[in-house]
């Protein structure tokens, strides 16, 4: 993971440079006609949750172009594809009613922002799990079950209170949001 918008490519590279991938020929899909040279390609995927401004006349972003992603997984075929038809049946009826201002455009943003999950406690998690050393990650993950899908509330309490016994130190540095931000980016929540 980088910030750095125009140097991804090279973080890939040495990635597959210092990896078991080096020693792997670079081929062609099935699919693609022989010499055609194959091309990284993409780009960053925005982490810091969505724009402040999704619409303008005429104008609704969708997807990436919106900053539907997940913060922690970087995730979001799901809210692209929800943001897609939403703005498209918003714009089917703007067209239809010739009314293609900011107001009528805001239906989107209000829906979107009902619908997703919380961006604002998700990016506080993931600023204290990025905060966090190997050695913390590895204490929290000792006291986490295998299984984090089907958690009753007295569960939580549990997980909460092995923490707390084992390694008290990891409240200082937000452990709570990070594992709040977990339940948050959970598949029920569009895929994440």
Known sequence: MTTDKKGAIKYLDKFIEDSYLKDNPIANPPWRK?????????????ISGPREITTGDGLILVGDAAGFTSPLFEGGSHLA????????????????ENDLSDKKMQIYAKAWKKKFPPYNKILKGKNSLYELTDQEL????????????????????????????????????GVISVLLSFGYSRAKHFGW
């Open 34 to 46: 022989e010499g055609i040279k194959v091309r990284p390609f993409g780009g960053t995927i925005p």
């Open 81 to 96: 594809l929800w943001s897609g038809r939403q703005a498209a049946q918003i714009m089917f009826e703007a067209i239809g």
């Open 138 to 173: 590895s204490n929290m993950a000792h006291c986490l079950p295998k299984e984090l899908g089907s958690m009753s509330p007295l569960d939580k309490l549990w997980i909460g209170t092995k923490i707390l016994v084992r390694h008290p130190l990891l409240y200082t540095k």
